[in-house]
């Protein structure tokens, strides 16, 4: 029998602009980015989607935003992969293929436009609403859940996916008010 695996992406929330002469990976997070990020950890422990291992691009923006969700989740085992940072989907895919085999929920923190690819090109079914959201934009603070019938995350190929859950601050926001 397959069993079920589940992959959280989660698109950094809000960082700064670049200033003249700092390295993009060094941007910070905002204010409102890390309200945003806070908010997004509640939201995974509210609904039950904690993540059993997390893995994390080098960026600041990428780090903070998992330490801003990191007290609603309480402490999860994190691996700091710079194959994250700036990878095509292709490179996400190898990172996902080598996570660890025990872990049965992994979240991925990483950036666009990489991102946003790679959760399109592992989507082949879910919501029709949903899918088409995540087609057109992976805003910041974006969550995407993805369900698969794999026996491992050796196992993961484009278009294996059912998109659980596609959310960000402003839909959750808006669906409360």
């Known amino acids: 029998m397959t069993s079920m ?6 698109r950094h929330a809000t960082a700064e602009r670049g200033a003249l002469g700092t390295s993009d990976q060094a941007r910070e997070l905002t204010p409102e980015g890390r309200a945003d990020a806070t908010a997004m ?3 995974i422990a509210r ?15 990428t780090r903070e935003s998992w330490a801003a ?3 609603a989740l309480g402490n999860i085992a994190s691996d700091v992969d710079a194959a994250i940072y700036d990878a095509t989907p292709e490179g996400m895919l190898a990172v996902m293929k080598s996570a660890p085999a025990a872990a049965q929920t992994v979240m991925l923190i990483g950036h666009n436009p990489g991102l946003h690819h790679f959760a399109v090109q592992l989507t ?3 919501d029709i609403d949903a899918r088409e959201r995540l087609r ?10 993805f369900d698969f019938a794999i026996e491992g995350w050796s196992a993961l190929h484009p278009r294996s996916g059912r998109l659980e859950r596609f959310v960000s601050p402003k839909t959750i926001s808006a669906a409360t008010n």
């Open 124 to 126: 082949a079914t879910g």
């Open 5 to 10: 695996r589940r992959l959280l992406l989660f």
């Open 136 to 145: 057109e934009n992976f805003p910041t603070s974006g969550l995407a859940i």
């Open 69 to 71: 969700m990191q007290p």
């Open 47 to 61: 609904h039950a989607f904690k993540p059993d291992r997390v893995l994390v691009s080098p960026a600041v923006r």
């Open 41 to 43: 950890g509640r939201y």
